[in-house]
Structures are given as C-alpha cells and as structure tokens.
C-alpha cells in the first residue's frame, strides 16, 4: 500500500506539472498529427486491399515508437536541469514508485497519442475502420502494447538520467530492446485489422510479456540508476581531482 501511494503521489504530481507546461502532450500530439499528415499523403494513393490493411499496423506503432522515444529523452528533464534526481533517490520514497510513475506518465502520454492516431488512422484509411467494431480488443492491443515499450524504456531513460548519459542514447537502446513488443503489436493489429480469432491470444501474450518486463525493469531499476549515479559521482570527482593537480 505505501508502494501504491507513493507512486501515486508521485504520479499525479508529474501529471499536474504536465498540464501547467504542456510540454510533452504538445509536442506528442503535432507529432502524431504530423505523422498522420505523412501517412495520408504517402499511402493515399495505394488501392484499398490487403497491401493498404498490412500497412496500417506498421503506421501506428511506427509512430508509437518515435512519440515514446521522444517522450522518453524528456521525462528526466526536469531532474536532470535542477539536479534533483539524487535528492529524489535520498529522498524516504520508495524507489520503485519512481519508476512507476515515470512509466505511468510516459503511458499517459502514448495513449494520448494513439487517441489522436486511431481515429485519424480510421477517418483516412477504409481498413482501419475495423478497429472500431471491437473496441475492447483495440483498446487492449493499445495498452498493454504500450506498456511494455514504456516498461523497457523508463528504465534506460532513468539509468542515463542518473549517469548524465546523452538523450540520443535512448534511442539507440530502445529501439533493440522494444523490437519484440514492436513486433507482437503489429501482429496482434494486424489480426484485429483481419477479424482474426486469436486477438484475445495475442492480447494475452502482451500481458504476459508486459508482466515480465515490468517485474525485470523493477528489479533492475535500483542496480541501473544508483550504479549509473556512482560512476557519475566517480567520474566527476576525478575530473576535480585532475583539475586540483593541474591548478597546483
């Protein structure tokens, strides 16, 4: 229960930051609209069949992964400009509720941007207007899709955070480590998209991994952001130790 509650705190506190600066859901949502734009003028010309519905899954999580991306490099940001991320971690808070609140707002800010893609996605595009005859099952494939690229993500975004690591590297960690999700989300859409039977098994298998990935990134979550802190601190005070040696 405390676990709960801090994270909780911790959570509605990122969230109302969020809506005072608008940073995140902004960017998030003109890139989401921008990548909209894209894909109608790219594909609008292809004929409506199987080639247009094998596509569809492709848009969706393509600009799922770059939004998440994006939202990953920033939500440290805040930590990382004022230093404070070592106090949080000093701080009697539960570590772990870091990391689901972290995790939590990045979600938030995904299903944000699927909110503004599907509907796009169906308003542009005939196949994927099957989406909203089973809306349980897309909303399923929606979140637990995200959830396990925002599980692996808020973990290297938080170890880089800590060891003052470049935003770039997010991307060159993620994208490796989310393929599998990646990949089990376009299948399942795609089966969504074909009225397949086995959706409410792929959407398990989601589940499944989302579990896995969560219970990893947890257990990994102290070693990756107090070790990243130490060899921080480490290198700094070498650099001030050598910077001592050539001053005298």
């Known amino acids: 229960m405390r676990l709960a509650r801090q994270t909780w705190l911790l959570t509605h506190s990122e969230l109302r930051q969020e809506l005072r600066d608008r940073e995140l ?15 109608a003028l790219s594909f609008s010309a292809i004929p409506r069949g199987d080639a247009l519905r094998a596509a569809i899954p492709g848009m969706l999580w393509l600009s799922v992964a770059f939004v998440g991306s994006l939202t990953l490099t920033r939500i440290f940001d805040r930590e990382r400009e004022a230093d404070t991320l070592r106090a949080l971690l000093a701080a009697p808070v539960e570590r772990l509720a ?16 699927c909110a503004l893609l599907l509907p796009g996605l169906m308003l542009i595009f005939e196949p994927a207007r099957v989406m909203a ?29 800590a060891g003052s690591g470049k935003n770039v590297l997010v991307s060159v960690i993620l994208y490796p480590l989310t393929t599998p999700v990646l990949m089990i989300d376009m299948v399942a859409t795609r089966a969504l998209l074909e009225r397949n039977e086995d959706v409410g098994a792929y959407i398990g298998q989601l589940v499944g991994l989302d579990i896995i990935l969560l219970t990893v990134g947890a257990l990994l979550f102290e070693t990756v952001v107090v070790g990243a802190g130490r060899r921080a601190g480490a290198g700094a005070g070498r650099r001030a130790s050598s910077g001592r040696k050539v001053g005298s």
């Open 133 to 161: 005859e089973a809306p349980l099952h897309t909303l399923g494939i929606v979140v637990f899709g995200s959830l396990g690229f925002v599980a692996v993500g808020a973990l290297f975004s938080a170890g880089l955070a």
């Open 25 to 39: 859901l902004l960017t998030s949502g003109f890139f989401s609209l921008l990548m909209l734009a894209m894909f």
């Open 98 to 113: 870091i990391y689901f609140a972290k995790a939590a707002i990045t979600l938030v800010v995904l299903l944000v941007c």
